[in-house]
């Protein structure tokens, strides 16, 4: 048999959606290795329903497991137990921190080969093939596994959606041995959201900023021309500016943010790294603003503006404000 | 307290990255550097020394890589790590994620830390993931990602942003961290420092001295398995402007942004 183990993330009675991409995923490929996919839940008091819904994805049985939320390495142990007593060839895990954390983890407990950063993966003579994008996305290297059990981790969005409309899961109990260090790792407050409750997910226009503005009072270029564009368009930021404090959680984009496509993705002093692209390269317009002719961004921007934003924003603003009337 | 610190020799920044088709490895030839995801993990050992909760009996930094990679191990000692140790060998080269986390864990052991700090990347695997690896090798608990990290008696207060906005999280020592770039403003490294980087004990050892099993290890050996490279789907590349006459660029923009009824 050749089933695979699909890691599912839950945060408040809701699961994470790159999760359900790669339950999805899972089966699909399951399915063409003949074989099942399974989930596995770890949490404190996991709804039996929210387990069970999962079948919904494609997911014929799913695992859950009583422990602590928001670390990986007790997910590690529950996975690695779950592997143990189970026919499972593969691990699958959807974009996101704590996916590569227990991914990692578990290749190291399992002495299993890992790819991470996965945007696709096929079924060929019985294995799975993990497309991984390398050196910047310049190339892609295919990657297949030697080792008993092969772990997949995508990269966030990779894995899409899709409802099978299979109806519950069948959900079993896991019942696992925390190892020793696992339980040296205590979560003190978890997902505390730092800065304004701006909402930006509705805007047609994002204007977004990254460290380029060279400090927080610089977002009031972005404000500013968002304010020219009208009620549609907001701010947003990358993970750099918001770490220091610059601007809200709410408004970041990107592997630990919100993922976005609007009309207008208008991205100044922001270099364009992997784990912002993902949150934002199905934007239907993307503009950038960026002092270094080399930055990556350029490499997935519609419109590329090398310069100075200091200089480009406040006259863009002007003209926008001109153009509207 | 006792902290290593591993670092890497990369690429310079300014070096275009290629792929050696045949062998599906990095083209690792040109200038090479420091990772510099990694002077902030040095940098973090440098300010929980200077911080005085706890006294840092010593910093070491340690690596796997050819042996160029002695560069890197100087410019961490200048930037201030005590003493160095390099893992060199054939046996090891071309190891995937896995094999190196496991051949940097059995070099770790050998060290006893209360700490071991990671950057949060390499600039050239971009695996993110050597640090959890480790930890898991060396049965200590790990976070990655970190960007502000507080020292308690026998513990330290860390946060880090994962899905769902800010955590924070007690970790007990020992422990394996990676910080993220955010933690710190790393210092550069005076004159004196960088001459007398070279005069810190530096220690050279192979696969046998820290009990690492070959089996386990390099390019033949580790558990993905590279089997080929193609291009990505080709874009139609954007248009570029560069910015010389502002009120001229800024006309250029509002007319694409018209022409795309974005205004
Ligand atoms: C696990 C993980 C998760 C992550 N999650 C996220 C995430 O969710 N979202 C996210 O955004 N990042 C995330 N990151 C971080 C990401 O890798 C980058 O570090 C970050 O996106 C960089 O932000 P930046 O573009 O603002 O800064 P930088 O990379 O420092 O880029 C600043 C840019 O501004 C340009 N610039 C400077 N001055 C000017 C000027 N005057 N005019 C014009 N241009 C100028 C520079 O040329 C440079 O290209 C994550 C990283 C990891 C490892
Ligand atoms: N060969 C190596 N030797 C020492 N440290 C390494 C090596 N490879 C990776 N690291 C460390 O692991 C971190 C994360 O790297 P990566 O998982 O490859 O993105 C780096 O910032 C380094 O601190």
């Not at chain 1, 910047?136 to 290297?141: E, F, L, T």
């Not at chain 1, 030697?146 to 896991?174: D, M, P």
């Not at chain 2, 422990?175 to 550069?188: F, K, L, T």
Request: aromatic fraction near 4%; include cysteine.
């Amino acid at each position: 048999m050749t089933n695979i183990l699909v890691y599912a993330l839950h945060y408040e009675g809701a699961i994470n959606k790159n999760s359900l991409g790669a339950v999805s995923e899972g089966a699909k490929l399951a399915a063409e290795l003949g074989g099942e996919a399974h989930a596995i839940l770890v949490g404190e008091g996991v709804p039996q329903d929210l387990a069970a819904s999962l079948g919904n994805y494609g997911a014929s049985k799913v695992l859950v497991a009583e422990g602590p939320e928001g670390l990986a390495q007790p997910v590690v142990d529950a996975m690695g137990a779950a592997i143990s007593g189970g026919d499972y060839k593969y691990a699958l895990f959807g974009g996101g921190l704590l996916g590569f954390e227990i991914g990692a983890g578990l290749a190291a407990r399992l002495g299993a080969g890992v790819a991470m950063e996965v945007t696709a993966v096929r079924a060929e003579g019985g294995e799975l093939i993990a497309e991984r994008p390398i050196l910047g996305d310049s190339a892609i290297s295919e990657i297949s596994y030697r080792s008993e059990v092969g772990i997949v981790i995508g990269r966030l969005n990779a894995f899409e959606i899709k409802e099978t409309g299979a109806g519950a899961a069948a959900v079993e109990q896991l019942s696992f041995e925390l190892s020793p260090h696992a339980s040296q790792a205590k979560m003190i407050t978890r997902g505390e959201q730092r800065g304004a409750d701006v909402d930006i997910e509705g805007a047609d226009i994002l204007v977004a900023g990254g460290r380029g503005l060279g400090k927080a009072e610089g977002f009031q270029l972005c404000e500013e021309l968002a304010g020219a564009f009208g009620n549609n368009a907001a701010v947003a930021a990358t993970r750099a500016v918001v770490d220091a404090g610059w601007y809200p959680y709410a408004a970041q984009i990107g592997q630990t943010g919100k993922t976005v496509s609007p009309k207008l993705y208008l991205a100044a002093g922001i270099s364009g790294a992997i784990q912002h692209k993902v949150g934002m390269q199905s934007s239907e317009n993307i503009v950038a603003i960026n002092k270094d002719s080399n930055a990556p961004i350029f490499e997935f921007s519609d419109l590329g503006i090398v310069g100075d934003l200091n200089k480009i924003l406040p006259k863009l603003t002007e003209a926008v404000k001109a153009k509207k009337g | 307290m006792k902290i290593c610190v591993l670092v890497k020799e990369v690429p310079d920044a300014a070096v275009e990255k290629r792929l050696n088709n045949s062998t599906g490895r990095m083209d690792r030839s040109g200038e090479k550097n420091l990772n510099p995801y990694d002077t902030h993990a040095i940098e973090a050992a440098m300010q929980i020394r200077e911080g005085g909760v706890a006294p840092v009996e010593e910093i070491v930094a340690v690596t796997m890589g050819p042996e160029s990679a002695v560069r890197a191990l100087h410019k961490a000692v200048s930037l201030g790590a005590d003493r160095s140790v390099h893992l060199s060998d054939e046996a090891v080269a071309g190891s995937d994620v896995a094999a190196t986390g496991y051949a940097l864990a059995q070099t770790l052991r050998r060290e006893s830390p209360d700490l071991v700090l990671l950057g949060q990347q390499s600039d050239d695997g971009e695996c993110y993931t050597i640090g959890a690896v480790v930890a898991e090798h060396l049965g200590m608990p790990s976070l990655t990602q970190v960007i502000k990290m507080d020292v308690e008696t026998g513990a330290l207060r860390c946060e880090r942003q994962a899905e769902y906005g800010y955590d924070t999280v007690q970790v007990s020592l020992p422990a394996v961290i990676s910080v993220g770039d955010a933690i710190n403003e790393p210092r550069y490294p005076s004159l004196k420092a960088i001459m007398g980087a070279k005069k810190k004990p530096l220690e050279t050892v192979g696969a046998a001295d820290v009990e690492i099993d070959t089996s386990k290890v390099g390019g033949e050996n580790s558990a993905a398995r590279w089997i080929a490279a193609k291009a990505p789907p080709a874009k139609a590349a954007g248009e570029i402007i560069e910015d010389e006459d502002t009120a001229e660029t800024v006309e250029k923009i509002v007319a694409w942004l018209d022409e795309r009824k974005l205004i």
